[in-house]
């Protein structure tokens, strides 16, 4: 009932900025959690930021660089992303828990995007 896409992937060098963005359609609620995950070549899926109504969240490998954020109006997150590593390389994630279980856990969502990749070169 709810569809994710990603936007804002590209290429980017060290120590740049990059700002992704996610859409929304569909049966949407403000109570819903919506976070990134992001997937590098070879390792599982890991979480890198959620908000939920005002309350962001960060993975400690992100936080301080990344800023999470959303427009409830126009079923919108976005992630601001700063002073990039190429360890950020990888493809992100949009996705939409409607539990309010843990927000670190994949199984916690219900929905997911089709990813956007991000590729910071060193």
């Known amino acids: 009932q709810v569809q994710l896409v990603e936007s804002g992937g590209g290429l980017v060098q060290v120590g740049g900025s990059l700002r992704l963005s996610c859409a929304a359609s569909g049966r949407m609620f403000m109570g819903y959690t919506m976070s990134w995950f992001r997937q590098a070549p070879g390792k599982e899926r890991e979480f890198a930021a959620a908000?939920?109504?005002?309350?962001?969240y960060y993975a400690n490998s992100v936080k301080g660089r990344f800023t999470i954020s959303r427009d409830i109006a126009k079923n919108m997150v976005y992630l601001q992303m700063n002073s990039l590593k190429a360890e950020d390389t990888a493809a992100y994630y949009c996705?939409?828990?409607?539990?309010?279980?843990?927000?670190?856990?994949?199984?916690?969502?219900?929905?997911w995007g089709q990813g956007t990749q991000v590729t910071v070169s060193s």
């Open positions: 908000i939920r109504w005002s309350d962001t």
């Open positions: 996705a939409v828990s409607s539990s309010g279980n843990n927000y670190l856990r994949e199984a916690s969502y219900d929905y």
